[in-house]
Structures are given as C-alpha cells and as structure tokens.
C-alpha cells in the first residue's frame, strides 16, 4: 500500500481542482508552501517514508480499522445493509490522526520541532498535540473560545499531552477564526510547522491531506470487497472542511457505479439561515488563501455560520469537494442538527456504538435512505470519529429523556 495519488476524476493541475483550490498568499507565505510542496513531493517518493508512515499507521494508529455491519439498525429500518467505516477505533478516537501523523513526518523530515495547528471539534488538535508528543515536537493549537467550552474534553486532551492550547475570542469564536489565529501565527513563526487538519487552505494542502486521508479509501474498498464480494450501492460521509468524506471518496472515485453522498450540516434549517452547508448553499469565492464554494453575507465578507457540530462549521469546503460537486460525481446534501442527534441517539442505543456528532450527520441520511434501497443493496458510512467529546453537549437532552 502506497500514497494515494490524485484521481483521474478531480486531477490536480498545479494546485487545482478544475477551477478550484490554488494559492492565494501573501508573498512570504507562498515561499512557505513551494518549500512544503518541494519537501511533500519529494517524501512521497521516498520508500523509507512510505514505510516509516505505514508502519505507524499499524503499530501507533491501529489500522486497518474495521469496517462493522449494523445488523440491528438494518432489521429495523428494512430495506438496505448500513456498514461503517471504523474511523472511532483509531487511537486518539477520530480519522484526523491518519493526517497529523503524516505530516508530523513530513515536518520532521523537513528539521521542524515546532508545530502550529487549528481544531474545531478539537479531534485535530488531540492528533496534532499526539503526534508532536511522540516526536518531541512543541505543540501550538488555536481553537475558537466558543469550541474550547463545547469540546472541553478535548482541551484536557490536548493539554494532558502537553499542548498549548489558544483560546480566540474574534468573530464566532469557532473554527474559521481558529483557522485565521492559526495562519497568523504561522506568518510570524515561520520556522515552525502549520499542520492544517482539513482538505482545504493553499496548495499543497489540499492534496496533501487527502492522500494522507486515502487510506480510509483504500481500505473500506478491498474490505468490503472482501467480506461481500461486491462494492457498495453508495457510500457517504459527513462534509465540513472535508477531510474525512474525502478520504473515503478517493478509494470510489473510478467505481462509477458506487453512489457517493456528502452530508453537510444544515443546522437549525437551510431556511433559518443558520446553518454551514456551503455547497447545498454557497457559491465559489476564495477564503483561506484557496478558491472553492464560500457562504457569503450581503456584503461579500464569509457568513456567520452555524452547527451543533464543532467540526462542521466552516464557511467554506475544500476545492476537491467542490469540484466534485460540478462535474456530478458527487451528491451534496444535508441534515439538522435534530436529524443527526436523532441519528446519534438510535445508533447509540441500537448498535452499541456511540457516534461523533459530526459523524452523526452521515448517519442521518443512511436513517432516510435506508429504507428506499434493495436488501442487497449496502450503505457505507464512514463514522468519522467517536462522541466521547459531545457527551457535554448530549447531557441536557439525555436528562430530558
């Protein structure tokens, strides 16, 4: 098993994704980058690389991850099988340490012993505060004060494994003024690495990302193929920055016949205006130093947006997503913040497996979906990270319960 390279479907030509994605820096950070890009395209075609990323993704991460029938879920909703990609399972409880590991690697391999990071939903921020303790490395992390009280978990995590965590009281307090303290910080720390934990920001990031996502991919396709001998009806995951549902996407892009649903969050109701489902509602624009779909308010300037879920509310979505979305190969939908906790609370007391509220959203759709497919047919969620972190925002309604 090697890198993922980029698919024929959404090829990269210099950073972009037909017309998404590129670079839009300032001068001192576009020399940055041509370094990382340099640095990347040289240590993907290192063996010894491959083998040092592989090995830790075995040993460290614990992958393969599994892939698991919810049998019970199935028999109650009738008509089609829902599968999950095991994502929860992988050490540090989410899919954001298959990234963090790999460009720790990389920054290691470039003299780096400083890493900045952003988090949302703080998953990214626990994988990046891991990896740098198990590199030596120091660990910034910036994370929007609204964040640091609904994921107050993940803060402990973070500066249990001797990160220093950033509280940002700008703006919305939450992921995109996370990902703004972030790129500042990097602008006047050049000598340290920035470890982006979505598919989106400049080139190389992007592709960087995904292909250090792919092996989600990679492995749910020759599971399921061999456990049923067949690939899925349709495959789905939830959709904010877009890491994760990449990840899964890449290893079915060429498997035209495999439906492929991207879930966004929908918030309190498309119609309310709270909500982030950028490519249900959004149109191309540039945030973050990279062309792709944007929520915008009248003026032009990013949007407020809105969802229960920490790692979804971004005003913007990675450049391959949206390239997707043009040429059809992808669907884009949503669900609420009502139809995810419903869906986090039926596979919780249904299959024993508690889901992360993000993660909640693909679900959502498999609940609707379900039901309309064959019983042959099978459903592949990717389950994205695990819902310890959520149990503050679950408590108020399990007291209700």
Wanted: aromatic residues 6%.
């Amino acid at each position: 098993m090697s890198l993922s390279m980029s698919t024929s479907v959404a090829e990269v030509t210099k950073g972009f994704f037909g017309v998404y994605g590129g670079s839009y820096v300032p001068e001192e950070i576009q020399g940055l980058l041509e370094n990382l890009e340099q640095a990347y395209q040289e240590a993907r075609q290192d063996p010894e690389f491959q083998r040092e990323y592989l090995g830790l993704l075995k040993e460290y991460v614990g992958r393969p991850s599994a892939i698991t029938e919810c049998r019970n879920l199935s028999r109650q909703l009738g008509g089609g099988r829902l599968f999950l990609k095991r994502e929860d399972l992988n050490h540090t409880g989410a899919h954001k340490i298959n990234n963090a590991l790999g460009q720790a690697l990389l920054a290691k391999r470039m003299g780096k012993t400083e890493l900045i990071a952003e988090t949302g939903a703080g998953m990214h921020g626990t994988a990046s505060a891991t990896v740098a303790a198990l590199m030596g490395m120091k660990c910034t992390v910036y994370m929007g004060a609204l964040d640091v009280e609904r994921q107050a978990p993940n803060v402990l995590r973070m500066k249990a494994l001797g990160a220093d965590v950033v509280s940002v009281e700008r703006g919305q307090r939450s992921l995109k003024e996370a990902v703004d303290a972030a790129l500042e910080a990097w602008m006047l720390n050049t000598e340290a690495f920035y470890l982006l934990g979505s598919a989106v920001g400049p080139h190389p990031y992007p592709s960087m990302v995904r292909d250090f996502q792919s092996i989600i991919g990679t492995e749910a396709r020759q599971q399921i193929l061999e456990r049923e001998g067949k690939l899925p009806h349709t495959i789905a995951a939830c959709v904010g920055g877009g890491s994760n549902a990449i990840g899964l996407f890449s290893g079915f892009l060429e498997d035209t016949e495999v439906r492929i649903v991207g879930v966004e969050p929908a918030g309190r109701g498309i119609a309310t205006g709270e909500h982030a489902a950028t490519l249900c509602e959004g149109a191309p624009g540039v945030l973050h130093g990279f062309k792709s779909y944007v929520l915008t308010d009248p003026s032009g300037e990013p949007a407020l947006v809105y969802s229960i879920a920490a790692g979804l509310d971004y005003p913007s979505v990675g450049p391959e997503h949206a390239h997707l979305k043009d040429v059809g190969r992808v669907h884009y939908t949503s669900a609420t913040d009502d139809e995810a906790l419903e869906a986090f609370f039926r596979l919780c007391r249904t299959e024993g497996i508690i889901p992360a509220i993000e993660s909640s959203h693909a679900l959502a759709y498999a609940l609707k979906t379900l039901p309309t497919m064959n019983p042959e047919d099978i459903l592949l969620v990717n389950l994205s990270g695990r819902g310890d972190k959520d149990m503050p925002i679950v408590e108020p309604l399990l007291q209700k319960m």
